[in-house]
């Protein structure tokens, strides 16, 4: 590849070029409008946006809500939610939390079973 000089182009000669290249091509609807004669004043045009057209372009924001669960000793749970308030993810899972709360309710009722049965056996112990 080569790379030589270029050589300079006169003013007289760019405007040459271009009067050429406008007298080839048709007139353009705006040009051609462009070059009507003023007919005087347009009327004004009123041009109105509904106030809620604005609103529908800002971008609608997610959500992500960190909640305690009081069911399951306080395990942190992680919403994500969509615009629309649909929930997109939980974290721990509907199914997680219904097991830990499963897992929960029967360590409690086992609890309180060896609590009865540890009074009965001390009321019996005491001879009562």
């Known amino acids: 590849m080569s790379i030589n000089p270029v050589q300079g182009v006169e003013a ?4 040459l070029v271009e009067a050429r290249a406008r007298q080839e091509q048709p007139p353009s609807p705006v040009r051609a409008r462009a ?20 609103a ?15 069911e399951t000793n306080g395990v942190i749970v992680i919403k994500y939610l969509d615009h629309s ?33 540890a009074d009965n056996e001390g009321a019996n112990l005491h001879g009562h």
């Open 56 to 70: 529908s372009f800002e971008m609608h924001q997610d959500e992500v809500q960190v909640q305690r669960d009081s």
């Open 85 to 117: 308030g649909s929930v997109v993810l939980q974290v721990p899972s509907p199914q997680v939390l219904g097991i830990m709360r499963a897992i929960d309710q029967d360590f409690a009722e086992k609890a309180k079973a060896r609590l009865e049965q």
């Open 35 to 54: 070059q009507q004669p003023d007919s005087g004043t347009l009327p004004k045009q009123n041009i109105r946006v509904p106030g809620n057209a604005a």
């Open 12 to 15: 007289s000669q760019v405007l």
